[in-house]
């Protein structure tokens, strides 16, 4: 449990005044109609739950939240920082030889996030927007007996269309393309699967020019339901 905490500290500082969290990448895995998915997750980047369902035997829906709230002592200051994040989807889904699973998925989501830092109750910066994003995202896994694992790639627009920061020391771009990656695991047992997600996110393009600050490292534990109602 310390290991955990350590790791939600350091990715609350990934950032000076971090205010986009990315959410966990959404990894389906779908195999055929009526298959369908439940899961929850918490690491680095709070809380997560995600669901799914496929229509046919290549189509399906997704949809997922994110949200957090954490309150830091660091540097003799007070720092808090409170966000959420939920999106949905289209995913296509194929077979990839005798062990493997590709998907391909485009995403829209909205979300908020506020941060702040105070000393002795003076609060010295503030910073809040409110953004839209629009993704896509490929993934690749493959199965070995009861473990699976595989890489996730996502290619994701961010665009702060509402944005506040009383310090002047920032870039003045408010929307960014990012690149996010993550490498994931799974240890299978019936229909119940534990997940372990690491990721990284990194802006194509000039980071000083950003007017917001985000997490670039995200680590997350999930556990998922699995099954199919036909």
Do not use: W
């Amino acid at each position: 449990m310390r290991a955990i905490i350590c790791l939600i500290v350091l990715g609350f500082f990934s950032g000076c005044a971090s205010v986009y969290v990315p959410a966990s990448n959404h990894i389906p895995l779908m195999e055929e109609k009526g298959d369908g998915h439940i899961s929850g997750s918490f690491g680095m980047n709070g809380f997560g739950m995600q669901t799914g369902y496929a229509f046919t035997d290549n189509i399906g829906a997704v949809a997922s939240t994110n949200f957090g709230k954490v309150l830091v002592a660091y540097d003799a200051a007070d720092h808090s920082r409170n966000y959420s994040y939920t999106e949905g989807g289209i995913n296509y889904f194929t077979e990839v030889g005798p062990n493997g699973r590709m998907e391909f998925m485009g995403l829209i989501g909205a979300g908020k996030s506020e941060f702040e830092r105070a000393f002795n109750d003076d609060v010295q910066r503030e910073v809040s927007g409110n953004y839209l994003k629009y993704s896509i995202q490929n993934n690749t896994s493959f199965y070995f007996d009861k473990l699976n694992g595989g890489l996730s790639t996502r290619v994701s627009y961010i665009n702060y269309y509402k944005y506040e920061d009383t310090s002047a020391d920032q870039g003045e771009k408010t929307a960014a393309l990012f690149f996010e990656p993550a490498f994931f695991t799974g240890i299978n047992y019936k229909n119940i699967a534990l997940e372990s997600q690491f990721g990284y996110s990194v802006p194509l393009a000039e980071q000083d020019d950003l007017a917001f600050d985000f997490d670039s490292i995200r680590f997350s534990i999930a556990v998922i339901f699995r099954f199919n109602s036909l």
